[in-house]
T-cell receptor, first 115, second 112 residues
C-alpha cells in the first residue's frame, strides 16, 4: 500500500508568490492533518479534516494560509502571498478515523523555501 | 509554559546502553500519549503509544506513563547506532479527539 503522498517534495519561491502544497492520504483513511515543522517551533498542527470537513483550523497562522479537501483522496494547503517566515517543512498525515487511538501516518513532507 | 516539554539534547549514550527519554505535559486531563521517531530529513514515524499508567513494552522499547506526575518516558534498551534520531513526544489533550500536540523533540546519539 502506498503511504501518504505529498507534492512537491521541494519548493523554492520568491516572497509574494502563491504556493500550493498537495497531499493524497492513505486510501480508506478518513482524517487528514496538515503540520508545519521548523527548528524554532517544532511540529505544529495547522488544520485537520474529518470526512473532508475542516474540524479545527486554529493552528493556521493567518489569513494567508488556506486549506481544502475537495474529496477523500486529495487536499491542498495554499499560501498566498508567501513570506520568508513561511519557510519550513510541511507534513501531511492521515489516520483511519477521528479518535484518540488512531495512528497518524506522515507523508514525506514538502520543504518550502521562500526567498 | 509549553504544553509538551522535552529536553532538546543531544542525549548521547554508548551502543548497548539504555537510553531514557523524558517528556512532561501540562494538561492534566490528557488521555493519550505517543512517541514518534524522526530521522534527519525524514518524516515522523510512530514507535508506540500508551494510554494507561504504568509500563508498556514493545521489543526494545518501553513507554512509561505517570499521570499523577504528568510525565511520560521512553526507554530504549540495547541502544543501536540506528536508533540515533530525534524522538518526539505527542499528547492528545482533553476534548481534542485526535489532535496531537508535539514536543520539540530530544535528539539521541548512540555512539560506537
Amino acid at each position: 500500500d502506498a503511504g501518504v503522498i505529498q507534492s512537491p517534495r521541494h519548493e523554492v519561491t520568491e516572497m509574494g508568490q502563491e504556493v500550493t502544497l498537495r497531499c493524497k492520504p492513505i486510501s480508506g483513511h478518513n482524517s487528514l492533518f496538515w503540520y508545519r515543522q521548523t527548528m524554532m517551533r517544532g511540529l505544529e498542527l495547522l488544520i485537520y479534516f474529518n470526512n473532508n470537513v475542516p474540524i479545527d483550523d486554529s493552528g493556521m497562522p493567518e489569513d494567508r494560509f488556506s486549506a481544502k479537501m475537495p474529496n477523500a483522496s486529495f487536499s491542498t494547503l495554499k499560501i498566498q502571498p508567501s513570506e520568508p517566515r513561511d519557510s519550513a517543512v510541511y507534513f501531511c498525515a492521515s489516520s483511519l478515523s477521528f479518535t484518540n487511538t488512531d495512528t497518524q501516518y506522515f507523508g514525506p513532507g514538502t520543504r518550502l523555501t521562500v526567498l | 509554559q509549553k504544553e509538551v516539554e522535552q529536553n532538546s539534547g543531544p542525549l548521547s549514550v554508548p551502543e548497548g546502553a539504555i537510553a531514557s527519554l523524558n517528556c512532561t505535559y501540562s494538561d492534566r486531563g490528557s488521555q493519550s500519549f505517543f512517541w514518534y521517531r524522526q530521522y534527519s530529513g525524514k518524516s515522523p514515524e510512530l514507535i508506540m503509544f500508551i494510554y494507561s499508567n504504568g509500563d508498556k513494552e514493545d521489543g526494545r522499547f518501553t513507554a512509561q506513563l505517570n499521570k499523577a506526575s504528568q510525565y511520560v518516558s521512553l526507554l530504549i534498551r540495547d541502544s543501536q547506532p540506528s536508533d540515533s534520531a530525534t524522538y518526539l513526544c505527542a499528547v492528545i489533550n482533553t476534548g481534542t479527539a485526535s489532535k496531537l500536540t508535539f514536543g520539540t523533540g530530544t535528539r539521541l546519539q548512540v555512539t560506537l
